[in-house]
């Protein structure tokens, strides 16, 4: 990092008052994210602005690039002095806490009883002030905000680094050569800028957000079993997931297995993608996969960062890589396409599919080898008149990037 930078970024969180704990990797400034432009549009226009995602992402570091040249309060519910003072607070109170300032960035608002009270007392109240928050768990979230926020909110996600937010950072060469490596290690920034301890940050990232995180809801009453189905979705990523097999192979019974699914997918470690299903009458009706938002923390639970070249499951990181860098791609984008897997009940099969507000689908085969022939069924194209397209190491920007 150049130095100057630095220095200039150390005195902006020192001026402010950030907390030392919150210096959140001060490097990661550099990694440009995508919504960056776009969050700072919305910035008074009479709502509180929401981000929300995985921990360690870069959430606060993305605010204060926001926020920097600008007078704010900041406010962290991971500090309880913070907590019990948002939790307790009035009208009177706030004008009293926020001052001469015009903004309000609250970190970590999950933890805050509340929150959606307070800040839609901001919102109504104290239209002159600008709400800008983060939080790390949409099973949380929507139970604090949902509500009380209602119409009084833009809404973001931040997710590991993008592909185009790290072929920006590295350059378009130095990305591609690496490209077999960021498919086992993953797109943390955390990771991305610890060239040398990458293993351990992902170890540290898993044990953090999965062994602490979740663990700590009340409904996680057999942690155990949860370890289990963990391990048991990263082996079976790419392929359908049947919870009946997962309920019997781990010990709990089906509405467990439910359970603990939905909690990964609001705690962002895991997200389904559902059976495309529309014109046969043998297609799968209520079939899904499960893939990892990140291959570094997929890797990390079945200690494997073996190089990508002479892995068993390089197919199955290739389509998980693909997968989550296309679900990133449709949320920055916010072209609000669904995705979906196809297949039959004679297994034939299209790895992606995606149907577009403007009601227009796309098929996608993946194959990390582009010198691999795929088979694609003549099924699909048949019934909706789409071709797939086959997806490889060869042209793999395109369907991740806008060119």
């Known amino acids: 990092m150049n130095v ?3 220095i200039r970024i150390q005195n902006n969180y020192n001026n402010i008052g950030i907390k030392s704990n919150k210096l959140i990797y001060l490097y990661n400034m550099l990694i440009i994210r995508k919504i960056h432009a776009d969050i700072l549009n919305h910035f008074h226009k009479g709502k509180a602005i929401l981000i929300e995602g995985p921990r360690q992402v870069g959430k606060s570091t993305l605010i204060i690039s926001i926020l920097e040249g600008k007078e704010f309060i900041h406010l962290d519910g991971d500090d309880i002095n913070d907590r019990l003072i948002l939790e307790r607070i009035n009208t009177r109170e706030l004008r009293k806490l926020i001052g001469s300032k015009k903004i309000v960035f609250i970190d970590e608002i999950q ?3 509340n929150i959606g009270l307070t800040i839609k007392i901001i919102v109504d109240q104290l239209k002159d002030i600008q709400v800008i928050a983060s939080g790390s768990s949409a099973y949380e979230l929507n139970s604090i905000t949902q509500e009380s926020l209602t119409g009084r909110k833009w809404e973001y996600k931040l997710l590991p680094i993008s592909w185009g937010e790290y072929e920006n950072y590295v350059g378009y060469r130095d990305s591609l050569s690496l490209l077999d490596h960021r498919v086992v290690h993953g797109m943390y920034p955390e990771v991305i ?3 040398n301890q990458e293993i351990d940050r992902l ?5 953090s957000f999965l062994y602490k ?3 700590a809801f009340e409904g996680v009453k057999k942690p155990d079993k949860l370890e289990l189905l963990v391990r048991a979705l990263a082996y079976q990523i790419g392929s359908e997931v049947n919870y009946n097999e997962l309920s019997n192979s781990i010990g ?7 359970k603990y699914i939905d909690l990964l997918e609001k705690s962002y470690v895991v997200f389904r993608l559902p059976s495309f299903k529309m014109n046969l009458r043998n297609e799968l009706k209520k079939s899904r996969k499960i893939y990892f938002y990140d291959n570094g923390i997929r890797n990390a639970i079945i200690g494997d960062f073996s190089v990508l070249s002479s892995r068993q499951d390089r197919g199955a990181l290739w389509e998980n890589f693909l997968v989550s860098e296309r679900i990133k791609k449709i949320e920055y984008d916010m072209t609000f396409a669904r995705s979906y897997f196809w297949r039959t009940t004679q297994k034939q099969e299209i790895d992606y599919v995606e ?3 403007m009601n227009e689908l796309s098929a996608y085969e993946f194959k990390y080898n582009p010198k691999s022939k795929a088979k694609i069924t003549k099924v699909f194209e048949n019934a909706y008149n789409v071709k797939p397209k086959v997806i490889t190491k060869d042209n793999f920007r395109e369907f991740l990037m806008d060119e």
């Open 4 to 6: 100057e930078y630095e």
């Open 213 to 215: 995180d979740i663990l």
């Open 355 to 357: 149907h577009s507000v």
């Open 111 to 113: 933890r805050i009883q």
């Open 193 to 195: 800028t610890s060239t």
């Open 203 to 207: 170890y540290f990232l898993k044990n």
């Open 252 to 258: 709990i019974d089906y509405k467990s297995v439910e």
